[in-house]
C-alpha cells in the first residue's frame, strides 16, 4: 500500500525534474500542481473482450516519467481493471524508477455499480449478493441497475478503489455522473441524495481516504436550464458549503471540453447570486471551484476532416498535426488539466510534443470564439 497523498512540495520538486518543457505546461490547482495535459483511463464499450486484452500500465509509467503526473480513472472504468492497471504502474514507478508518491495526483470517481471483470454470469445476482445483501444499498435505490448514491455504497466503492489503487488517498474523488438519476427521481431528491454523499466525503477528507472531491459529468451543467438533467452549479455549492462550511472540499469539477463542445466556456446557462447568466467556467472560477477536462479528443470524433489551418496557426501548432492542435485547444481554456487516452507509450511520448510550447495566449484564445474559427473542424 502506498500512503500519502499528493503536496505542494512534492508536486513542485516534481516539475523541476523537466526543466526544458514550457513554464505553462504545469498549473496550481488547491495546493498541488497539476501538468496541464493528464493521462486518463476509460475505454468505451465496457462489456467488449478487447477492452480488457489491453493495458494502460506502460502509458502511465511512460507518461510520469515524462513530465504528466496527474493519472485519472474510475471505479467502473473497465470493471475496475483501470485501477488495477494504475496500482501496477505505481508499484513499477515508485519501487524502481524513483518517483514518490506525494508527486502524483491521482483521481477516481463513485457512482456506477462497477460490477468486476471477469464479468459475472447473472449481474443481477451479482448485484443482490454483493450489494444488496449486505446492507450497502436497496434495490429502490439502484437506478437503471447500474447507478447509485446510499452513502454506504459510495463508501465501499471508495474503499475498494484504494484497494485496487493500492494507495492510502485519492486526491480527488469525483461523484460520477449524478444527474443519471435525473427523470428517475426529482431534483430536490437527487440533491439530498448528494447532500448524503457530501456528508460522507467530508468524512472521508477527515479519515485520509480522500483529500478533495468533485463532480464529474457528461452534460449536467452545460445543458439549458429546462433540460431533465441539468444541474445547477450553485446548488451544489450551496450544499457544499451547508454541510462542509466554508472550508469545505469540494473543489473540483470534471466534464468534457474540446474543439466541438465548448460550452462551460461560452454558453451562459448557470444563475449566479445576482439572478444573471454566465457560463460555467465563470461562476465555477468565482467559487474557487477548479475544473478537469475530460474528452479532450471527443474519443476522437474531432478527426473525421482535417481542422482549419487557421486553427492551428491561432494556437501555435501549425507544424504539428490535429491531435496536437485539440490538444493544445483544451488544455489552453481555464482547466487545470486536459485529461487524454491511451494505452500506447509512443502516443504519449508524441502527444508530449507539447509540453515543449506555451499554452495559447489568453486574447488569442478567446478569439478563437469570436471570430467562430474553433467551428472549422
Excluded at 3 to 24: L, M, V
Excluded at 128 to 142: M, Q
Excluded at 285 to 301: C, F, H, K, P, R
Amino acid at each position: 500500500m502506498h500512503q500519502g497523498q499528493a503536496t505542494k512540495e512534492a508536486t513542485f520538486s516534481y516539475i523541476k525534474r523537466f526543466p526544458k518543457y514550457s513554464r505553462d505546461f504545469y498549473s496550481f490547482s488547491q495546493g498541488r500542481f497539476f501538468s496541464s495535459l493528464g493521462l486518463g483511463t476509460y475505454k468505451p464499450e465496457p462489456y467488449k473482450e478487447d477492452n480488457y486484452i489491453i493495458n494502460f500500465k506502460e502509458a502511465i509509467v511512460e507518461a510520469v516519467s515524462n513530465g504528466v503526473n496527474y493519472i485519472d480513472t474510475a471505479s467502473n472504468y473497465r470493471f475496475g481493471v483501470s485501477e488495477e492497471e494504475i496500482k501496477e504502474a505505481l508499484d513499477e514507478l515508485l519501487t524502481e524508477k524513483g518517483f514518490k508518491r506525494e508527486e502524483l495526483i491521482l483521481s477516481s470517481k463513485a457512482g456506477f455499480i462497477p460490477l468486476e471483470f471477469p464479468f459475472p454470469e447473472d449481474p443481477y445476482a451479482w448485484i443482490d449478493t454483493k450489494l444488496v445483501a449486505k446492507g450497502l444499498t436497496t434495490k429502490e435505490e439502484i437506478i437503471i441497475d447500474q447507478h447509485c448514491l446510499n452513502p454506504k455504497f459510495l463508501r465501499w466503492s471508495v474503499e475498494r478503489s484504494l484497494e485496487k489503487m493500492g494507495v492510502s488517498t485519492l486526491d480527488i474523488l469525483f461523484l460520477h455522473n449524478p444527474e443519471t438519476q435525473l427523470g428517475y427521481v426529482p431534483y430536490p431528491i437527487l440533491l439530498e441524495r448528494i447532500r448524503d454523499a457530501f456528508i460522507l466525503f467530508e468524512s472521508l477528507v477527515k479519515e485520509g481516504k480522500i483529500a478533495h472531491y468533485g463532480i464529474a459529468t457528461w452534460n449536467a451543467f452545460l445543458y439549458e436550464e429546462s433540460h431533465t438533467e441539468y444541474i445547477s452549479l450553485m446548488d451544489i455549492i450551496q450544499i457544499a458549503k451547508e454541510v462542509g462550511g466554508e472550508n469545505h472540499h469540494f473543489k473540483y469539477l470534471q466534464m468534457p471540453f474540446n474543439l466541438a463542445k465548448t460550452h462551460a466556456f461560452n454558453y451562459t446557462n448557470q444563475k449566479y447570486h445576482d439572478n444573471k447568466y454566465y457560463a460555467l467556467m465563470q461562476i465555477a472560477a468565482s467559487e474557487g471551484i477548479d475544473i478537469i477536462g475530460s474528452s479532450s479528443l471527443l474519443q476522437m470524433n474531432l478527426f473525421k476532416k482535417p481542422f482549419s489551418k487557421n486553427i492551428a496557426a491561432l494556437l501555435g501548432t501549425a507544424s504539428m498535426t490535429d491531435i496536437h492542435t485539440a490538444l493544445q485547444f483544451a488544455r489552453s481554456g481555464p482547466l487545470v488539466s486536459a485529461l487524454f487516452g491511451s494505452i500506447s507509450k509512443e502516443h504519449v511520448q508524441n502527444n508530449l510534443f507539447l509540453a515543449y510550447i506555451p499554452k495559447s495566449e489568453t486574447t488569442t484564445y478567446r478569439s478563437l470564439f469570436l471570430s467562430g474559427e474553433h467551428d472549422a473542424v
